[in-house]
Each structure stands twice: as structure tokens, then as C-alpha cells.
């Protein structure tokens, strides 16, 4: 007895070090997706590069259009080389491409080495929910993929409070954007080290290894006798019926059709309903209310502090209660605060200081509903929607669309200010929360999903 609870502690400190590692991805993801939202004002300046509305939404977008790109291939690539060598590869190329954002001198050259950051980045969040979901014994999947989702905001949380103490003691120095950008090759030189240590995910080694392999992974990784006897029934299964999923089958196969629906409805949930424009332009949409810039900033890291604190508290529901529910709740609750953001924005009532306080407020209300129910949700869905046969590339697939969609919006989100001003946007975000009300309540259905993973 004394020896089995020896082996399933040591079983479960490797496990909680390789969803940390793996993680490390998602604290990535949200460092460079935040790291803009303080540099765009130093980077705009004219003894800078000098950027227009146009331009920022380009210097921003670049990202997002390698991160689709990213998050399309990453499926294929981690069928083929396995889930630890391109977390490996991703880590390398972020350190890379970091370097390059801090020494560019021109709109172009930042806009390629951005795209080249997204690439990773892309790969990065479709990558590590399928990763860590495979490493992790049933009891654990959910509090693993949550490590994830919580990574991605406190990534964020370090990037606006980088931004804020660089930009208080060095923003009298107009280059400091560069240091913002660089101090994101910490973590990906930290993750790229650690990676090492990483085990192939087991369910990767059951097809493309050797089942003996697998076997030792299932096993230093805490996992039941019952569930690895399942799993290599299931890759035999899976050998002798090999599935290369294109579109034409999903198609003509009304159960893959509707799972493959049901996952882009996910990843439109997670950008349309409005997240982005706070987490890239935010520092913007409070200096336009009239909030100084360095106040702009700390406004920042408090909204970060806050979705932080949101995630960790939310991230507990979703053991408890159905997912489809949770986020039609955090999706009414993004409504409420978008709407009130127009009613503030537009009444004369207040003062410029009220409507300053009220505005942080309100945004800070809607990043807590957004960040700590509708995003992680959305992230453990796609990790749990999709049958192991398809898993990667349907992953991919939606990751791809949600990137896709997050570029759309981060390209023309200036230039809607510039023209509706910032009350007409937070009406029109009002909008595509209803949407995204409705694409859940039709789409993102337990019992429909259930019935169409029974007839596969």
C-alpha cells in the first residue's frame, strides 16, 4: 500500500510538471497578444514609426493572420512530429521572432516578424488544449485544460503590468516598446528548456510509437490500468480504420458535420463576443474616454488583475455545471456591461472623472464575465468536443477560424472607432453577444454532441 502511494505521488508531480510546462504555452499566447496593448502608443509615436488608426490595426492584425495560419497547420504538424517536438519547435520560434519585434525599424519589417510570432502563437492555442487533454487521466482533464485557459489571462496580467511599470519609469524614452516586446523571450526561453523534459503524449505513441512505449507514459503519468487497456483497444480500432478527415466526408456525414459546426460556433463565440478589443486595443479605448496614459495603463493592468482573479473562480464552475449553460450566462453578462458602456457613454450626466471610473468599471466587469466563464468554456469545449479520430485537424480547423475572425476584427476595430466612435462599437459588441446567445443555445447542445460521438 505504502509503495502504490509512493508511485502515485511521484505519477502525479510529473503530471502537474508537464501541464505547467505545457501551459507555459498558453501564458505565451497571452503575453504577446497583450504586450501590444500598452507598445501600440510608444510605437505610434512620430519619432517612432509614426503609425496611423490604419496602420495600428495592422501592426496588431499581423499577429492574429499568422496565428490562423498557425492554428491550421499545427493539427497536420502534430500528427506527424508529436505534440512535444513542436511545443519544442513553438518555443524556439517565439524566442526568434520576439527578438525580431524589438529591432525593427520600420512598419514592415515588425509587421513580418509579428506574422512570423503568430505563427507560433497560433500554433500554440490549438496545440496545447489537444496536448494537454491527452496527458491527463480522466479526473484530470478538466482542471488541466482550465491550467490553459488560465495561463492565457495571467500572460496577459504580466504583459499589462510590464507595459505599465516600463511605461512609468522609462516612457519618457520613446524606443521602451522595444523592451516591452522583448521581455516576452523570457518565458519562451524557459518553456523551450523545460521542454525537454516533456513526455510524448501516450495516445500520439499508441499510433505512431510502439504500444510498449505508450505504456510507460500512460503509467508515469498517473493513468488507471482500465483506462490505458481502453485507450490501446481504441488505437487499434483507429489503426485498422485509418481516417483522413477532409471536408468532402464531413460533408456527407451528417454527425461530423454537425461536430465540425458546433466547433466553429465555438471559436466565433470566443472572438465575437468582443474579448480582443480590450486585450489589444484597450490602453487606446481608455485614453479616448479621456484617461491620461499613464492612468490608461494601470487601468490596464487592473482589468488584467481582475479577469486573473475571474478565471481562477470561474474555472470551478465548469466542473460543476453544464458547459452550454455557463456560457449563455457569461454571454448575457457580457450583453448587460456592453450595454451599459453605450448608456455611460452617452449620457451627459456625468462628469469627465465619473464617466472615467465608470467606464474602467464596466469594462472591468465585462473582461471578469468574459475572461473567467465565455473564454475558458470555450477552450474546454474544443478540447472536448471532437472525437480522438478527428481531434487534431478538427481542432486546428476551429482554432483557425477563431483566429481568423480575431484578425478581421483587430484590422478594422480603428477604423470602426474612428467612424461609430468608441459608444458605437461597445453598442455594436452588444449585438454580437445576443448572436453568440443564440449560435450556443443551437449549436453548442450536450445532448446533440453525445448522440453524434454514439453514431461515429
Not at 496580467?157 to 524606443?175: E, I, K, M, Q, R
Amino acid at each position: 500500500m505504502h509503495n502504490h502511494r509512493v508511485a502515485q505521488t511521484i505519477s502525479n508531480t510529473f503530471l502537474n510538471y508537464t501541464s505547467y510546462v505545457i501551459s507555459l504555452g498558453g501564458f505565451l499566447f497571452g503575453y504577446d497578444t497583450g504586450v501590444v496593448n500598452g507598445a501600440l502608443s510608444f510605437i505610434s509615436l512620430p519619432d517612432q514609426l509614426n503609425l496611423s488608426a490604419n496602420l495600428q490595426g495592422l501592426v496588431t492584425a499581423s499577429l492574429v493572420f499568422g496565428c490562423t495560419f498557425g492554428a491550421l497547420f499545427s493539427g497536420k504538424l502534430s500528427d506527424k512530429y508529436g505534440r512535444k517536438l513542436l511545443l519544442h519547435t513553438i518555443a524556439a520560434i517565439f524566442t526568434c521572432a520576439t527578438i525580431g519585434c524589438a529591432l525593427s525599424n520600420n512598419i514592415i519589417i515588425l509587421s513580418i516578424f509579428r506574422f512570423i510570432l503568430g505563427l507560433s502563437v497560433g500554433c500554440a492555442s490549438s496545440l496545447a488544449p489537444v496536448y494537454l487533454n491527452e496527458i491527463s487521466p480522466d479526473r484530470y482533464k478538466s482542471q488541466n485544460v482550465n491550467k490553459n485557459a488560465v495561463a492565457i489571462v495571467i500572460g496577459q496580467l504580466c504583459a499589462f503590468s510590464v507595459n505599465a511599470l516600463l511605461g512609468t519609469f522609462l516612457g519618457h524614452w520613446h524606443p521602451v516598446w522595444r523592451l516591452m516586446m522583448l521581455m516576452a523571450g523570457v518565458p519562451a526561453i524557459i518553456l523551450w528548456l523545460l521542454s525537454f523534459n516533456l513526455p510524448q503524449s501516450p495516445f500520439w505513441q499508441l499510433i505512431h510509437s510502439t504500444k510498449e512505449k505508450a505504456r510507460q507514459t500512460f503509467h508515469r503519468l498517473g493513468f488507471p490500468k482500465l483506462d490505458i487497456r481502453e485507450a490501446i483497444l481504441a488505437s487499434k480500432t483507429e489503426q485498422s480504420h485509418p481516417q483522413q478527415v477532409n471536408l468532402r466526408e464531413v460533408f456527407h456525414n451528417k454527425y461530423l458535420l454537425y461536430l465540425f459546426f458546433a466547433g466553429i460556433a465555438v471559436a466565433l463565440i470566443q472572438q465575437i463576443s468582443g474579448v480582443n478589443i480590450v486585450m489589444y486595443y484597450g490602453t487606446t479605448l481608455l485614453e479616448q474616454v479621456g484617461m491620461g496614459a499613464k492612468a490608461s495603463l494601470y487601468g490596464n493592468v487592473l482589468i488584467g488583475l481582475v479577469s486573473s482573479i475571474a478565471i481562477v473562480l470561474g474555472t470551478k464552475l465548469t466542473s460543476r455545471f453544464s458547459h452550454q449553460h455557463i456560457l449563455i450566462a457569461g454571454l448575457c453578462g457580457n450583453i448587460i456591461f456592453m450595454t451599459g458602456l453605450t448608456l455611460v457613454m452617452r449620457s451627459h450626466t456625468f462628469t469627465q472623472a465619473q464617466i472615467n471610473l465608470i467606464v474602467l468599471i464596466l469594462l472591468t466587469c465585462f473582461l471578469a464575465t468574459q475572461q473567467g466563464i465565455v473564454s475558458p468554456t470555450t477552450w474546454l469545449l474544443l478540447a472536448e468536443l471532437f472525437p480522438p479520430a478527428v481531434k487534431s485537424v478538427f481542432m486546428s480547423w476551429a482554432t483557425a477560424v477563431m483566429w481568423l475572425t480575431n484578425f478581421v476584427i483587430s484590422l478594422v476595430f480603428p477604423a470602426l472607432v474612428a467612424h461609430f466612435g468608441t459608444q458605437g462599437v461597445f453598442l455594436i459588441f452588444g449585438g454580437t453577444n445576443m448572436f453568440c446567445v443564440l449560435l450556443a443555445l443551437l449549436l453548442v447542445n450536450p445532448k446533440l454532441v453525445k448522440t453524434a460521438w454514439q453514431k461515429l
